[in-house]
Nanobody, 126 residues
Framework: QILLEESGGGLVQPGGSLRLSCACS????????IAWFRQAPGNEREGVSS????????YYADSVKDRFTITRDNADNTVYLQMNNLQPEDTAVYYC???????????????????WGKGTLVNVSS
């Protein structure tokens, strides 16, 4: 059974940190592009960060560059999103998505996405 399960969301004060996890089962994460998207209330879903299949590399939206880091643990079949210096505008439901053999850029344009997780809520508030 194919499953993407996000975790790690919660309430954090501005300037704080969280690490999101996207635990993948039923497929080998290294052979898929994995992306993190977020959707704030009243806003469209937007791509935040991605890691391509194999050695394709990583990508960050300008709004999170130098604050967020995406990594992939092939042994655990999990992709992480380390989020530092969180700000209220980062408040959203965060989703991970998987595209078989995808690239770090194409997946952010929703190209070839095969699976989505159900999301985890990040709330940045004082």
């Amino acid at each position: 059974q194919i499953l993407l399960e996000e975790s790690g969301g919660g309430l954090v004060q501005p300037g704080g940190s969280l690490r999101l996890s996207c635990a993948c089962s039923g497929f080998t994460v290294e052979t898929y592009a994995i992306a993190w998207f977020r959707q704030a209330p009243g806003n469209e879903r937007e791509g935040v960060s991605s890691i391509g299949a194999g050695d394709d590399g990583t990508y960050y939206a300008d709004s999170v560059k130098d604050r967020f880091t995406i990594t992939r643990d092939n042994a655990d079949n999990t992709v992480y999103l380390q989020m530092n210096n969180l700000q209220p505008e980062d408040t959203a439901v965060y989703y991970c998505a998987a595209a078989r053999g995808g690239t770090r850029l194409a997946i952010l344009y929703y190209s070839g996405i095969d699976y989505w997780g159900k999301g985890t809520l990040v709330n940045v508030s004082s």
